[in-house]
């Protein structure tokens, strides 16, 4: 069993930068790709970044390509989600999922979810 939990959210105003984090719970944390979601009000899920296990590799939603950063750090078991020139269409609840041996790119289906962080960017 994995538990992840996001944090670092909050209320900003365009253009400030947040960084979020998604701790794991478990030692094999170093076999999941770790990928971030977001959600706003009434919208879809939507994919916005992914790592690899090792941090090797990362892979972007274009419209987050250049202002977002994903990186990991194993020994802490977190993932965290640099998020930089926010802008008020980034507003939405941000979510951490698992992928046992997960490559950088999005799946339909994933192992795991965190319960999510919510991001509020005023314009």
């Known amino acids: 069993q994995v538990q992840l939990v996001e944090s670092g959210g909050g209320l900003v105003q365009a253009g400030d930068s947040l960084r979020l984090s998604c701790v794991a719970s478990?030692?094999?944390?170093?076999?999941?790709?770790i990928h971030w979601f977001r959600q706003a009000p009434g919208g879809a899920r939507e994919f916005v970044a992914a790592?690899?296990?090792?941090?090797?590799?990362?892979y972007y939603a274009h419209s987050v390509e250049g202002r977002f950063t994903i990186t990991r750090d194993n020994a802490k078991n977190t993932v965290y989600l640099q998020m930089n020139s926010l802008r008020p269409e980034d507003t939405a609840v941000y979510l951490c999922?698992?992928?046992?041996?997960?490559?950088?790119?999005?799946?339909?289906?994933?192992?795991?979810w965190g319960q999510g962080t919510q991001v509020t960017v005023s314009s």
């Open positions: 999922a698992a992928k046992l041996r997960g490559a950088a790119f999005p799946y339909s289906v994933y192992d795991y």
């Open positions: 478990p030692r094999s944390f170093s076999t999941y790709g």
């Open positions: 790592v690899t296990m090792s941090g090797a590799n990362t």
